[in-house]
């Protein structure tokens, strides 16, 4: 849809959306929710706050720094969905997040000081401790933590040092003992070492298990890096830095070197916030750190608990195996329902296609397709796309020995997955050197579509196996995230995929797909099509219904079209988890349309994409969300489910998701999430999608 038949369209109304940035938040704040839920185990609630705060790092070095860079331009025109200039977002970001800052730290209060003892584990402050505990910890930091300690001096000869991104430091006002008279304090910095555990177990009388945080314990022991002076104030500091990269792909003669080099300097970006701890920052000193740091006040965070809760992953993990009641209970994932026990993969490959359902079943058979492939002595080729993958992915090894038997191995590594670079420079290295052909993706788009080709020779016929799926080919988020894929032998779909790679690797026209629909540009055309035609099957039959999942629904284009099918009289039903520009239940507008998020145990992740066309529906499973973003900067794949029975069973997943009352939250006409109300009977998808796959199995 071209910009100027946009802006004539009647439902192009700032009223009518949600702005990005703060339906992000919107999201976060489900996250929250879940640490405030007295029905999740109490260890998994705090995972909940780390989630919350380590999403909220990503935010700020990415979304915020760069509306921060567009005011430092003077760029202040308004975006084009609720209409807010730059300014205007980081003002409503700022006032939203520290609100939501606030709570999770009634929660964590609630959570350490109320709850944990309670259950034999305590995280003490310094002061809580007894002598004989503060005796240990004195013996700890001379022998481990004082070697390790670098204080910096802060004066002319000595400029405020550059501070690595997501750092905690220590700021030190010290006087010298012999010059009180003169009243100069001094600055210093002392960085709290990230090599050191963030927490230190100290022994307690009952045996039961007690903790205090490893900033607590330099700051109780900072005197003794300052001989001859006195400490007249400790204060910790946190500081966010723009993350984002600026890859210069014209010209770049190499695009790893290329990407090498922005690394370095991500590092060093400008700083998008500061946190502070409210109890103990002095105005003085929190006016000199604005000052060196070139930020406003809008962008200081005063917490009211500990700097960085994302030291609670680690910490709920020292509990695993002796605290189990406080963790969902274990499951195993079951093998897919499409596979038998010691089935060959490839032999059920050429009689059907083959469903998978992470994580309810199991994604070691996806791992075996390659495995399988690497060692067989009939297979020609293995052609794959990666993004993300684990730090000691199965995959990765099989792909490299399949190199190393001979076969032709084309891997498609993406350089550009956002703080997953250094990761996948790493890996694109490791395959070169094992022999493969490693592509590091398009110019100017990432490649986030997730496809394996394996290329077989059986009886003098060559053979195309095809795995299409939502998710990224990593074995451990396998675990966390819900996603969707197929394993097929469809001629034209294996046609597609050949067409695909070469279109990767190659100098050609984009090719013409038989099945496979890709983007660039192409997906959201097909979309669009899509929902015209249900507009019309609507008017026909009167029984117009979509349903749509995705991560989250950012593009204009798709949002007025759904608009306008809503004003038509089409059913909507929308789940999507995340950021959702499109507000529901506008008179007029959208009063057809539902949005429902589901924040759970797992993470959703599935692109499941249908439509009625009067009984003769067609679905689709993606890489892709409805961004724009995912429309029109990136190779993605929508694939067909032509399998009636695989149909079938997408469809009973998606009425579950739809019929969801415990974790589910619906979107009303002002953009606000609500639980659903119910009269007692309570559902939840994931805990039935659990239950379904054990009985399967």
Same mark, same amino acid.
């Given at each position: 849809?071209?910009?100027?038949?946009?802006?004539?369209?009647?439902?192009?109304?700032?009223?009518?959306? =949600?702005?990005?940035?703060?339906?992000?938040?919107?999201?976060?704040?489900?996250?929250?929710?879940?640490?405030?839920?007295?029905?999740?185990?109490?260890?998994?609630?705090?995972?909940?706050?780390?989630?919350?705060?380590?999403?909220?790092?990503?935010?700020?070095?990415?979304?915020?720094?760069?509306?921060?860079?567009?005011?430092?331009?003077?760029?202040?025109?308004?975006?084009?969905?609720?209409?807010?200039?730059?300014?205007?977002?980081?003002?409503?970001?700022?006032?939203?997040?520290?609100?939501?800052?606030?709570?999770?730290?009634?929660?964590?209060?609630?959570?350490?000081?109320?709850?944990?003892?309670?259950?034999?584990?305590?995280?003490?402050?310094?002061?809580?401790?007894?002598?004989?505990?503060?005796?240990?910890?004195? +013996?700890?930091?001379? /022998?481990?933590?004082?070697?390790?300690?670098?204080?910096?001096?802060?004066?002319?000869?000595?400029?405020?040092?550059?501070?690595?991104?997501?750092?905690?430091?220590?700021?030190?006002?010290?006087?010298?003992?012999?010059?009180?008279?003169?009243?100069?304090?001094?600055?210093?910095?002392?960085?709290?070492?990230?090599? $050191?555990?963030?927490?230190? %177990?100290?022994?307690?009388?009952?045996?039961?298990?007690?903790?205090? @945080?490893?900033?607590?314990?330099?700051?109780?022991?900072?005197?003794?890096?300052?001989?001859?002076?006195?400490?007249?104030?400790?204060?910790?500091?946190?500081?966010?830095? =723009?993350?984002?990269?600026?890859?210069?792909?014209?010209?770049?003669?190499?695009?790893?070197?290329?990407?090498?080099?922005?690394?370095?300097?991500?590092?060093?970006?400008?700083?998008?916030?500061?946190?502070?701890?409210?109890?103990?920052?002095?105005?003085?000193?929190?006016?000199?750190?604005?000052? /060196?740091?070139?930020?406003?006040?809008?962008?200081?965070?005063?917490?009211?608990?500990?700097?960085?809760?994302?030291?609670?992953?680690?910490?709920?993990?020292?509990?695993?195996?002796?605290?189990?009641?406080?963790?969902?209970?274990?499951?195993?994932?079951?093998?897919?329902?499409?596979? %038998?026990?010691?089935?060959?993969?490839?032999?059920?490959?050429?009689?059907?296609?083959?469903?998978?359902?992470?994580?309810?079943?199991?994604?070691?058979?996806?791992?075996?397709?390659?495995?399988?492939?690497?060692?067989?002595?009939?297979?020609?080729?293995?052609?794959?796309?990666?993004?993300?993958?684990?730090?000691?992915?199965?995959?990765? @090894?099989?792909?490299?020995?399949?190199?190393?038997?001979?076969?032709?191995?084309?891997?498609?590594?993406? $350089?550009?997955?956002?703080?997953?670079?250094?990761?996948?420079?790493?890996?694109?290295?490791?395959?070169?050197?094992?022999?493969?052909?490693?592509?590091?993706?398009?110019?100017?788009?990432?490649?986030?579509?997730?496809?394996?080709?394996?290329?077989?020779?059986? =009886?003098?016929?060559?053979?195309?196996?095809?795995?299409?799926?939502?998710?990224?080919?990593?074995? %451990?988020?396998?675990?966390?995230?819900?996603?969707?894929?197929?394993?097929?032998?469809?001629?034209?779909?294996?046609?597609?995929?050949?067409?695909?790679?070469?279109?990767?690797?190659?100098?050609?026209?984009?090719?013409?797909?038989?099945?496979?629909?890709?983007?660039?540009?192409?997906?959201?055309?097909?979309?669009?099509?899509?929902?015209?035609?249900?507009?019309?099957?609507?008017?026909?039959?009167?029984?117009?219904?979509?349903?749509?999942?995705?991560?989250?629904?950012?593009?204009?284009?798709?949002?007025?079209?759904?608009?306008?099918?809503?004003?038509?009289?089409?059913?909507?039903?929308?789940?999507?988890?995340?950021?959702?520009?499109?507000?529901?239940?506008?008179?007029?507008?959208?009063? =057809?349309?539902?949005?429902?998020?589901?924040?759970?145990?797992?993470?959703?992740?599935?692109?499941?994409?249908?439509?009625?066309?009067?009984? +003769?529906?067609?679905?689709?499973?993606?890489?892709?969300?409805?961004?724009?973003?995912?429309?029109?900067?990136?190779?993605?794949?929508?694939?067909?489910?032509?399998?009636?029975?695989?149909?079938?069973?997408?469809?009973?997943?998606?009425?579950?998701?739809?019929?969801?009352?415990?974790?589910?939250?619906?979107?009303?006409?002002?953009?606000?999430?609500?639980?659903? /109300?119910?009269?007692?009977?309570?559902?939840?998808?994931?805990?039935?999608?659990?239950?379904?796959?054990?009985?399967?199995?």
């Amino acid at each position: 849809m071209k910009e100027n038949s946009i802006e004539d369209h009647p439902f192009n109304n700032y009223a009518y959306y =949600n702005n990005r940035e703060i339906s992000w938040l919107a999201f976060n704040e489900r996250v929250l929710q879940e640490a405030e839920d007295e029905s999740n185990p109490l260890l998994e609630r705090l995972k909940f706050l780390a989630i919350f705060s380590s999403n909220l790092d990503e935010f700020f070095m990415v979304r915020v720094a760069g509306l921060q860079d567009q005011v430092r331009v003077g760029y202040n025109k308004p975006e084009n969905k609720a209409g807010l200039t730059p300014k205007e977002q980081l003002a409503r970001i700022s006032s939203i997040t520290k609100n939501l800052v606030s709570k999770q730290m009634k929660i964590y209060k609630e959570l350490i000081e109320t709850k944990l003892p309670k259950v034999g584990i305590s995280l003490l402050t310094y002061a809580q401790l007894s002598n004989e505990q503060k005796h240990e910890l004195h +013996a700890i930091f001379e /022998e481990e933590i004082y070697p390790v300690l670098t204080p910096i001096a802060v004066d002319a000869y000595r400029p405020f040092p550059i501070l690595l991104s997501k750092t905690m430091n220590i700021l030190v006002m010290i006087e010298d003992e012999r010059d009180k008279e003169l009243d100069q304090s001094k600055i210093a910095i002392v960085q709290v070492p990230s090599v $050191l555990k963030r927490f230190i %177990q100290v022994s307690t009388k009952d045996g039961s298990y007690a903790a205090v @945080l490893l900033e607590d314990v330099i700051i109780a022991n900072i005197h003794k890096l300052f001989h001859g002076y006195q400490v007249k104030h400790s204060n910790p500091f946190r500081i966010t830095r =723009n993350a984002d990269l600026t890859i210069h792909e014209e010209g770049a003669r190499d695009l790893l070197i290329e990407i090498e080099k922005e690394l370095k300097k991500r590092k060093w970006g400008a700083v998008s916030r500061l946190e502070v701890k409210t109890s103990e920052i002095k105005q003085k000193i929190l006016h000199y750190l604005l000052d /060196e740091l070139e930020i406003s006040l809008e962008d200081v965070y005063k917490i009211e608990g500990p700097l960085d809760p994302t030291f609670l992953f680690s910490f709920i993990k020292t509990f695993e195996g002796t605290y189990e009641h406080l963790f969902y209970e274990k499951f195993i994932p079951q093998l897919p329902l499409d596979i %038998q026990r010691e089935e060959n993969i490839y032999s059920k490959a050429l009689t059907q296609d083959l469903f998978f359902h992470h994580p309810y079943e199991s994604f070691q058979p996806i791992v075996e397709f390659i495995e399988k492939a690497a060692d067989d002595p009939n297979v020609l080729a293995i052609k794959q796309t990666l993004y993300r993958v684990s730090g000691n992915s199965p995959i990765i @090894l099989a792909l490299k020995r399949a190199a190393e038997n001979g076969k032709q191995v084309t891997v498609l590594v993406e $350089l550009k997955a956002r703080f997953d670079e250094e990761k996948n420079v790493h890996w694109a290295k490791e395959l070169e050197k094992a022999g493969c052909l490693v592509i590091y993706g398009m110019h100017n788009l990432k490649t986030h579509s997730k496809i394996t080709l394996v290329i077989r020779r059986r =009886n003098n016929k060559i053979e195309q196996f095809v795995h299409l799926g939502t998710g990224n080919y990593n074995d %451990q988020t396998a675990h966390t995230y819900t996603d969707m894929g197929i394993i097929t032998t469809n001629k034209k779909i294996g046609s597609d995929a050949t067409q695909f790679f070469n279109f990767l690797s190659g100098y050609t026209d984009k090719p013409e797909y038989n099945k496979l629909v890709v983007s660039p540009f192409d997906i959201r055309d097909k979309f669009l099509v899509l929902i015209d035609e249900e507009i019309e099957y609507h008017k026909a039959f009167q029984n117009g219904h979509i349903i749509l999942k995705m991560n989250s629904l950012t593009d204009k284009d798709l949002i007025l079209k759904l608009y306008e099918a809503s004003s038509e009289g089409v059913k909507i039903d929308l789940i999507v988890r995340g950021i959702c520009c499109l507000r529901p239940q506008i008179p007029g507008v959208s009063e =057809n349309i539902t949005v429902i998020s589901i924040v759970g145990r797992f993470l959703e992740h599935s692109r499941i994409y249908w439509f009625h066309r009067n009984g +003769a529906s067609r679905l689709f499973l993606s890489s892709a969300d409805m961004m724009t973003r995912n429309m029109v900067k990136r190779v993605e794949i929508l694939f067909p489910i032509l399998a009636p029975t695989i149909k079938r069973r997408i469809m009973g997943i998606l009425e579950l998701e739809l019929n969801d009352t415990v974790k589910a939250r619906m979107q009303d006409a002002d953009g606000n999430y609500h639980f659903i /109300e119910t009269d007692g009977n309570s559902s939840s998808s994931q805990q039935k999608l659990l239950e379904l796959a054990f009985k399967k199995a």
